[in-house]
């Protein structure tokens, strides 16, 4: 009887046992298996690519305010012109007039100017007064002013009849014809097209590192991946507060004319290097109806944390994280849909923990699309 007891006991023992091994084997097989890989350093190249369009480096519009009709247009479109040319010639009738005006002006003067004399010669001998002396003064200095106004005016309408180029470019509209009255638009229009410009809209971001004089690398959609040499010629010195970017002046050469005004443009800045952590990209998870971005991070009891990142430029198969990760830290690169803040996690394999032979290496990387 005790013998059978005994043995009853035993088996339930062992029965028990069994229990709680399967137990805990079936907890730690329900547990989520994940891969990790430790993040590392690496020596970033800061490069941003704006999409913009060339522009003209001056625009001036040719405009008479004469009122008189265009006698001869001496240009047309796509003429290249050079600066002080003569472009259009007006009717001058108006000329002539304004000239016996001042023929007129000039001769009334010279009479004022002998009373004047004669009066101040009297005065001297004590056969006339200082009253007459001062008011006669007064008459010439009148006259004096309006003949200068008129030759200046006349100076003006010449301008005016016979306009010519202030820079050096290419006419790219003609709105009138010979006979036509200018009104309202210009009779021409001039481009500026060595150096051009292109004006770029950067993000705020980068304001402290942009600076006047900087070389910058410009590629035309025209002409596939020819790089033209471009240069920071000014800076706006104003945010907009919409779109949080401000606006920079790159110029280009354009001596042998390939480039043109409106073509589309890719400007490359390169701010320099800095040694950052990298991640892969598979580690980056994205948080639903919002533009964070995360990891899990695994620790040493086994579990994962919840971590946010501010991410850098792609770099082919990786990040760089500029806010949220430290060097030699183990991320969750695969198996991360069962996950949250906390969770106990099996490891699939081992962690990687050696960065690459050359991590701090130069990549070649394509530039981040801004």
Do not use: W
């Amino acid at each position: 009887m005790k013998t059978t007891k005994l043995f009853a006991l035993t088996m339930a023992a062992l029965m028990l046992t069994a229990c709680q091994g399967d137990d805990k084997k079936a907890a730690t097989e329900e547990l989520p298996m994940v891969k990790i890989q430790s993040v590392y350093q690496e020596t970033v190249q800061h490069i941003s690519e704006y999409t913009a369009t060339v522009e003209a480096f001056k625009t001036n519009n040719i405009s008479s305010n004469s009122g008189c009709r265009i006698k001869r247009l001496l240009v047309d479109v796509g003429s290249r012109v050079a600066a002080g040319q003569t472009l259009v010639v007006l009717d001058d009738v108006n000329l002539a007039t304004q000239k016996a005006a001042i023929d007129q002006q000039a001769l009334q003067l010279a009479n004022a100017k002998r009373d004047l004399d004669r009066a101040k010669e009297l005065v001297k001998i004590g056969g006339g007064t200082q009253q007459t002396v001062d008011q006669l003064q007064t008459a010439y200095d009148a006259q004096a002013r309006a003949l200068e106004s008129s030759r200046r005016m006349l100076s003006t309408m010449n301008e005016n009849t016979m306009l010519t180029s202030p820079v050096s470019g290419v006419v790219t509209q003609r709105n009138y014809n010979t006979g036509d009255l200018p009104s309202g638009l210009p009779i021409l229009v001039i481009e500026q097209q060595q150096p051009l410009k292109v004006i770029v809209s950067i993000n705020e971001s980068d304001f402290s590192k942009v600076k006047e004089g900087m070389p910058v690398v410009v590629k035309l959609d025209t002409y596939g991946d020819e790089e033209f040499a471009g240069q920071v010629y000014l800076i706006h010195p104003t945010i907009d507060t919409s779109s949080r970017t401000f606006k920079v002046e790159v110029t280009i050469n354009n001596t042998s004319n390939r480039v043109r005004s409106g073509m589309f443009a890719r400007v490359t800045f390169n701010f320099g290097s800095q040694l950052n952590v990298v991640v892969p990209d598979q580690a980056i998870q994205k948080q639903t109806g919002s533009g964070l971005r995360y990891v899990y991070v695994y620790k040493t009891d086994g579990t994962v944390g919840f971590r946010e990142v501010k991410l850098g430029r792609r770099l082919e198969t990786r990040y760089e994280v500029l806010e949220g990760l430290n060097n030699g830290e183990q991320v969750v690169v695969s198996g991360q849909n069962r996950l949250h803040d906390g969770t106990k996690v099996r490891l699939e394999g081992a962690a990687k923990t050696a960065a690459p032979a050359d991590s701090t290496a130069k990549a070649e990387e394509k530039p981040a699309q801004k």
